[in-house]
């Protein structure tokens, strides 16, 4: 049997969203303060990808290659795990504003890398990202511990999470406001704000391991949630155990956000606007939802991230200022459209 019509108009805008990811991805890696030719960038990516052996500008590859699409690689799978946490939870939560960092994740990371940075936590044998990932367990397990095991529904899940993020935020302002001179300071708001300057290949291996493999888990749950969306007694009418379910998809959205924001530092916005727009677009069956969440986080990351680049001339903004820039009004405007619509 051929395809529906509406399947291959589905297939054809996933593909068209995965080519527009890849022709962003070569965009990025060819903006920044050292002005290089689009058609260089993509031979430098072809030597890189081992698929060439045009010889070129060592310089020229090292930037490209070596700092530009590294960057750019983490914008995209920072976008696709966020946006796909955000999916994840407000189906699991049944709260439209439920996001990646509605379990205090973010706050606990902000603890942890402000620890290490202005305290010198571990004495030297663990870095900043460590920190930041031990601080975003440490904020989960805290948040466990205040729903006591997420028995008692997801109202108790939401306040445990807001109760632990306002707690670990106290932390992170107090350490701050004690400990941090003025260029500290500056600092650390720039990585609670979102940094990718930082960012290497082994950064990017790491988050493609664990977005890749969080995606494979969570598609493998996408009717389980679509189940969620009756409620938990119709749930579990379904067979669905509704404990056991809920309990790993809180664990790993946990995982995929502590990494992320271990590597990139508190993006906000993507894991919250994301699902909202890609569900308006696709509709509510996470089968379909969930690839297409992941591919517009990681377009509406990289694009971010260029603009970041370009915004203000010679300085790189956090790109946290701008996912918020365009992701409220972005929300805000999805909001009005389903406010006319009923």
Same mark, same amino acid.
């Given at each position: 049997m051929f395809p529906s019509k509406s399947a291959l108009t589905l297939w054809a805008v996933f593909l068209a969203a995965a080519l527009l990811l890849c022709v962003n991805i070569v965009l990025a890696a060819s903006i920044g303060e050292m002005r290089i030719p689009f058609m260089v960038t993509?031979?430098? +990516?072809?030597?890189?990808? %081992?698929?060439?052996?045009?010889?070129?500008?060592? +310089?020229?590859? %090292?930037i490209i290659w070596q700092y530009r699409m590294s960057r $750019?690689? +983490? $914008?995209? @799978?920072?976008?696709? =795990?966020? $946006?796909?946490c955000g999916v994840v939870l407000q189906a699991l939560l049944r709260n439209a504003l439920a996001e990646p960092y509605v379990l205090? *994740?973010? !706050? %606990? !990371?902000?603890? =942890?890398?402000?620890? *290490?940075?202005?305290?010198g936590v571990g004495g030297g044998a663990i870095g900043v990202s460590a920190g930041a990932f031990? %601080?975003?367990?440490?904020?989960? &397990? *805290?948040?466990? @511990?205040? !729903?006591?095991?997420?028995?008692?529904?997801?109202?108790?899940?939401i306040l445990a999470g807001v109760a632990a993020a306002q707690l670990f935020n106290a932390i992170t302002a107090w350490l701050v406001s004690t400990s941090a001179n003025a260029e500290q300071s500056r600092s650390i708001m720039f990585?609670?704000?979102?940094?990718?300057?930082g960012v290497r290949w082994p950064d990017v291996e790491l988050a493609a391991i664990v977005v890749s493999a969080g995606f494979v888990l969570c598609f493998y749950f996408a009717r389980t949630m679509d189940a969620f969306a009756f409620g938990e007694d119709a749930a &579990?009418?379904?067979?669905?155990? *509704?404990?056991?379910?809920r309990a790993v998809l809180l664990i790993l959205t946990a995982l995929i956000t502590a990494t992320l924001v271990s590597i990139v530092g508190a993006v906000g916005f993507v894991g919250l606007v994301i699902p909202h727009a890609a569900r308006f677009l696709i509709g509510p069956g996470h089968v379909r939802l969930l690839p297409a969440t992941a591919l517009i986080g990681a377009n509406f990351m990289v694009l971010s991230d260029i603009v970041s680049r370009v915004i203000v001339a010679q300085q790189t903004l956090p790109i946290g200022v701008v996912t918020a820039l365009f992701g409220a009004p972005a929300f805000a405007l999805i909001l009005y459209r389903v406010r006319t619509e009923e």
């Open positions: 993509l031979q430098s +990516i072809a030597h890189g990808l %081992g698929v060439s052996d045009v010889s070129l500008d060592p +310089i020229q590859q %090292g $750019a690689l +983490i $914008a995209a @799978f920072s976008g696709a =795990g966020l $946006a796909l205090g *994740v973010s !706050a %606990g !990371a902000s603890t =942890g890398a402000v620890s *290490v940075m202005l305290l031990l %601080g975003a367990l440490m904020a989960f &397990a *805290v948040v466990m @511990f205040l !729903a006591s095991g997420v028995r008692r529904g997801v109202t108790r899940v990585w609670l704000l979102g940094s990718l300057g &579990a009418s379904l067979g669905v155990s *509704v404990r056991g379910v």
